[in-house]
């Protein structure tokens, strides 16, 4: 009898391996015996743009269980169809990998006008005055009792009539009843009224903090309200958490925002334990369809606490949906918050020291004793840089950490790496460092950058792509969202174009092209990450992970590559985001 089940068994193999060879049915799906090997998806009739060189375009692809299964011409791959096939005719549309939002802090973006009033100028909101501050901030005043928090955040003094950050007095109009702050574009200064100032217990007599500063009336003494780096966790320590329920509500419209610009994995720039624990909650009541990858917060203070941070967990721990990066350090602010620590002044000074360079968030020492200490415990770091001082620091740490324990393949990350100059490109080269490039800079800040900050010398060398293209270094590029609008396409075609809000062009030999430019957010901000095998490209293993587009970012007039319409985003093999309009 044994003898009989082993013929059989035979028999059916034999069978199968016949069909196989023989072809497929005659109406050109898998014979029934192998219907449970078909694929879930077939997408046929497009324009793929795989982002595998050495295979860069398709027609079809199909996908099982979320992963792609293969990729090839329409012809070969719906052979593959099975009974229970869905077959999807892309009528010539075009299809890209999912989009890496490499650098934000979603869901941060969700919180806009449900916890913060909206403080942005054009294009993005529409303050264009103190007064226009002033205003908004009030219509938070409904329903909103004596003693309560008023919250806005956006505001950018270089766009604004006044041409000067809003004061305590300002905010004052509002209320006083209320403490009121608010959070400047960039993220790295607030303005706190006297209500909120008193509460953190701010006077002329509180010493500016180690890394930050306590701006004060040049006259009098007093704070004016404006608070920088490190001084604003004097006063936003004392703001109430947000609720889970908010942060829930934020989450939704975050992942709308996201999904809905072609994201399918994003990097969290600033994590923390309890944020890790409440991404899991939101992943299992089925808010959280797209990949997050945490970095943890390596905060100020000794190396030590950079690991307890995320209780102690290693970069790369996790599973496909929700992992756990860099660990992120800081060690300037921001330029146009003139926070940024430059080698050489600001061709516009804050005030009357003509010699000023802004500030290193720490010693270089300090610095490099939390990198080696990281760096040896086998963490991938991330540092936030935009002046070239604070940069030299990082290369600095950064050598230091290898020299005293080598390691191959580290992938250290420099974030924003705005000014980097050519020697720095040449080290990061050398180091093997990869930077994750703020681009946008261009557009939204790039002619006050060319007139104010940087002068045009150094303002067209801002976010040198091209200079790191021709080093062979791998990068990324980013919105660092909620500073700017979640839209990897904009950040694609600041790449390429480099126009700045007039309109004007900064920095035109640092321009690349549109495939290099869609790398940055595709398969070469998977290796960023590590996770160039099982992301960032159309290739059989790989997540089904992509995002359906109107026009062809390597076809369409590259002035237009920021306005192609995204019509689907696809996680998983399952649609999270479709563009009914």
Same mark, same amino acid.
């Given at each position: 009898?044994?003898?009989?089940?082993?013929?059989?068994?035979?028999?059916?193999?034999?069978?199968? @391996?016949?069909?196989?060879?023989?072809?497929?049915?005659?109406?050109?799906?898998?014979?029934?015996?192998?219907?449970?090997?078909?694929?879930?998806?077939?997408?046929?009739?497009?324009?793929?743009?795989?982002?595998?060189?050495?295979?860069?375009?398709?027609?079809?692809?199909?996908?099982?269980?979320?992963?792609?299964?293969?990729?090839?011409?329409?012809?070969?791959?719906?052979?593959?169809?099975?009974?229970?096939?869905?077959?999807?005719?892309?009528?010539?549309?075009?299809?890209?990998?999912?989009?890496?939002?490499?650098?934000?802090?979603?869901?941060?973006?969700?919180?806009?006008?449900?916890?913060?009033?909206?403080?942005?100028?054009?294009?993005?909101?529409?303050?264009?005055?103190?007064?226009?501050?002033?205003?908004?901030?009030?219509?938070?005043?409904?329903?909103?009792?004596?003693?309560?928090?008023?919250?806005?955040?956006?505001?950018?003094? /270089?766009?604004?009539?006044?041409?000067?950050?809003?004061? %305590?007095?300002?905010?004052?109009?509002?209320?006083?009843? =209320?403490?009121?702050?608010?959070?400047?574009?960039?993220?790295?200064?607030?303005?706190?009224?006297?209500?909120?100032?008193?509460?953190?217990?701010?006077?002329?007599?509180?010493?500016?903090?180690?890394?930050?500063?306590?701006?004060?009336?040049?006259?009098?003494?007093?704070?004016?309200?404006?608070?920088?780096?490190?001084?604003?966790?004097?006063?936003?320590?004392?703001?109430? +958490?947000?609720?889970?329920?908010?942060?829930?509500?934020?989450?939704?419209?975050?992942?709308?925002?996201?999904? @809905?610009?072609?994201?399918?994995?994003?990097?969290?720039?600033?994590?923390?334990?309890?944020?890790?624990?409440?991404?899991?909650?939101?992943?299992?009541?089925?808010?959280?369809?797209?990949?997050?990858?945490?970095?943890?917060?390596?905060?100020?203070?000794?190396?030590?606490?950079?690991?307890?941070?995320?209780?102690?967990?290693? /970069?790369?721990?996790?599973?496909?949906?929700?992992?756990?990066?860099?660990?992120?350090?800081?060690?300037?602010?921001?330029?146009?918050?003139?926070?940024?620590? #430059?080698?050489?002044?600001? =061709?516009?000074?804050?005030?009357?020291? +003509?010699?000023?360079?802004?500030?290193?968030?720490?010693?270089? !020492?300090?610095? /490099?004793?939390?990198?080696?200490?990281?760096?040896?415990?086998?963490?991938?770091?991330?540092?936030?840089?935009?002046?070239?001082?604070?940069?030299?620091?990082?290369?600095?740490?950064?050598?230091?950490?290898?020299?005293?324990?080598?390691?191959?393949?580290?992938? =250290?990350?420099?974030?924003?790496?705005?000014? @980097?100059?050519?020697?720095?490109?040449?080290?990061?080269?050398?180091?093997?460092?990869?930077?994750?490039?703020?681009?946008?800079?261009?557009?939204?800040?790039?002619?006050? =950058?060319?007139?104010?900050?940087?002068?045009?010398? %150094?303002?067209?060398?801002?976010?040198?792509?091209?200079?790191?293209?021709?080093?062979?270094?791998?990068?990324?590029?980013?919105?660092?969202? +909620?500073?700017?609008?979640?839209?990897?396409?904009?950040?694609?075609?600041?790449?390429?174009?480099?126009?700045?809000?007039?309109?004007?062009?900064?920095?035109? !030999?640092?321009?690349?092209?549109?495939?290099?430019? #869609? %790398?940055?957010?595709?398969?070469?901000?998977?290796?960023?990450?590590?996770?160039?095998?099982?992301?960032?490209?159309?290739?059989?293993?790989?997540?089904?992970?992509?995002?359906?587009?109107?026009?062809?970012?390597?076809?369409?007039?590259?002035?237009?590559?920021?306005?192609?319409?995204?019509? !689907? /985003?696809?996680?998983?093999?399952?649609?999270?985001?479709?563009?009914?309009?």
């Amino acid at each position: 009898m044994k003898k009989l089940h082993v013929k059989l068994r035979i028999m059916l193999l034999l069978t199968l @391996a016949i069909s196989i060879c023989m072809g497929f049915s005659s109406n050109g799906t898998l014979p029934s015996e192998l219907n449970l090997l078909a694929p879930d998806t077939i997408y046929w009739n497009g324009t793929i743009i795989t982002m595998n060189s050495d295979s860069p375009s398709a027609n079809a692809v199909a996908i099982k269980d979320g992963k792609i299964v293969s990729v090839g011409t329409d012809q070969d791959i719906r052979k593959l169809a099975g009974q229970n096939t869905k077959t999807i005719d892309l009528e010539g549309k075009v299809m890209i990998p999912g989009l890496i939002d490499a650098h934000s802090h979603f869901p941060t973006s969700g919180l806009d006008d449900l916890v913060y009033a909206n403080l942005n100028s054009p294009p993005v909101g529409t303050i264009e005055t103190i007064e226009n501050i002033v205003e908004v901030l009030k219509l938070s005043l409904k329903d909103t009792a004596d003693g309560e928090w008023i919250l806005g955040r956006g505001y950018d003094q /270089t766009l604004i009539k006044e041409q000067r950050h809003p004061s %305590r007095l300002d905010l004052d109009k509002v209320s006083v009843k =209320h403490p009121i702050v608010i959070t400047h574009t960039s993220g790295h200064l607030v303005v706190a009224n006297s209500a909120a100032l008193k509460l953190a217990g701010i006077t002329k007599e509180t010493p500016d903090p180690s890394g930050g500063k306590i701006w004060r009336d040049v006259e009098t003494g007093e704070p004016t309200g404006l608070l920088e780096e490190s001084a604003m966790q004097l006063v936003n320590k004392h703001i109430p +958490p947000v609720s889970f329920e908010q942060n829930v509500e934020s989450v939704k419209e975050a992942v709308e925002q996201y999904t @809905a610009a072609g994201v399918t994995t994003s990097i969290i720039a600033h994590g923390t334990k309890e944020g890790l624990i409440d991404l899991q909650k939101y992943s299992k009541m089925g808010i959280l369809p797209i990949r997050i990858t945490s970095m943890g917060s390596g905060g100020l203070g000794d190396a030590s606490k950079s690991s307890v941070e995320l209780g102690g967990i290693v /970069t790369g721990f996790g599973n496909d949906l929700l992992k756990v990066g860099p660990i992120k350090l800081w060690q300037d602010g921001s330029i146009q918050g003139y926070t940024g620590y #430059l080698d050489k002044p600001y =061709h516009v000074p804050p005030g009357d020291d +003509p010699e000023y360079r802004g500030h290193p968030i720490q010693s270089r !020492e300090a610095l /490099t004793e939390q990198v080696i200490e990281l760096h040896k415990a086998g963490y991938q770091i991330a540092v936030h840089a935009n002046g070239d001082a604070a940069i030299d620091d990082i290369l600095y740490a950064y050598r230091k950490a290898q020299e005293a324990f080598p390691r191959n393949d580290a992938r =250290h990350r420099i974030e924003h790496a705005q000014m @980097a100059r050519e020697d720095q490109l040449d080290a990061m080269k050398e180091l093997e460092i990869t930077p994750s490039f703020y681009v946008s800079h261009t557009y939204f800040w790039g002619d006050q =950058h060319w007139e104010t900050f940087m002068g045009p010398e %150094r303002a067209a060398r801002m976010s040198p792509l091209q200079s790191a293209e021709d080093r062979g270094i791998k990068f990324s590029i980013h919105l660092d969202t +909620p500073v700017t609008p979640m839209s990897p396409l904009q950040a694609v075609w600041s790449a390429v174009n480099r126009t700045t809000r007039s309109n004007e062009v900064v920095g035109a !030999e640092q321009r690349i092209t549109p495939i290099q430019a #869609l %790398r940055a957010v595709t398969i070469d901000a998977a290796w960023q990450n590590f996770e160039e095998d099982i992301k960032g490209s159309i290739e059989k293993g790989k997540y089904a992970d992509f995002v359906i587009l109107e026009k062809n970012p390597l076809s369409i007039d590259q002035a237009k590559i920021k306005d192609i319409k995204i019509l !689907e /985003t696809i996680i998983n093999g399952k649609s999270v985001y479709k563009n009914n309009k």
